[in-house]
Each structure stands twice: as structure tokens, then as C-alpha cells.
């Protein structure tokens, strides 16, 4: 059984940093992508960024050239390194994982920026 335990969520100021790394189980190696979604009180949950096997990431308008994700097949992480913040981007985030045709989620963990 695979787990996703997030951390490194808090409070952060506009236009400060904050890093959240996704733990996996097991190896990360086998899975195909990757990535982060986010779900703001009231609103859908959304992608952020996601990073296939081969390291191709992809990012939501809203965030590109502010968050970076990256992963480590060695210690079995993805993070998203998060920078420039503001108050648009609280929210829960997600660690989301894909392996052949099954979808992994993470519990989430609490962002919240103040302005």
C-alpha cells in the first residue's frame, strides 16, 4: 500500500518562501508522475505542478517562475519549493503520485500566506 505524508506547511508572509516535501512509502521510481494540487475553501482542487519520471515538469499559469517542483528518487520525495508567495496561494496542498493506471493522494497539508 502506498502513503504520501506531506509537510512543511505553516504560515508564511507575502512574498516569502516555504518548501513542502511529499514522503512516499516505497520507491518513487516507478511513478510515472508526480505532482502537487491545492484546494481553496470554496473552490476546486486544482493542479500546481507535476514532474514525470524523466523529469518534465509542468506548471499552472498562476505559479510559474514562483514555484519549482523537484524529486528525489533516491530519498523517495517530491517538493515544491515555493517562492514570491501571496495570500491567492493559500490553500491545502497535495502530494499526488501515479503508477500504471492508480492514483495516490497524499492528506494534505495547510498553506496559508498573509498579506
Known amino acids: 500500500q502506498v502513503q504520501l505524508v506531506e509537510s512543511g506547511g505553516g504560515l508564511v508572509q507575502a512574498g516569502g518562501s516555504l518548501r513542502l516535501a511529499c514522503a512516499a512509502s516505497?520507491?518513487?521510481?516507478?511513478?510515472?508522475?508526480m505532482a502537487w494540487y491545492r484546494q481553496a475553501p470554496g473552490k476546486q482542487r486544482e493542479s500546481v505542478a507535476s514532474?514525470?519520471?524523466?523529469?518534465?515538469?509542468n506548471y499552472a499559469d498562476s505559479v510559474k517562475g514562483r514555484f519549482t517542483i523537484s524529486r528525489d528518487n533516491a530519498k523517495n520525495t517530491v517538493s515544491l519549493q515555493m517562492d514570491r508567495v501571496n495570500p491567492e496561494d493559500t490553500a491545502v496542498y497535495y502530494c499526488?503520485?501515479?503508477?500504471?493506471?492508480?492514483?495516490?493522494w497524499g492528506q494534505g497539508t495547510q498553506v496559508t500566506v498573509s498579506s
Open positions: 499526488y503520485a501515479v503508477r500504471g493506471v492508480t492514483a495516490y
Open positions: 516505497g520507491s518513487i521510481f516507478s511513478f510515472r508522475t
Open positions: 514532474i514525470t519520471s524523466g523529469g518534465s515538469t
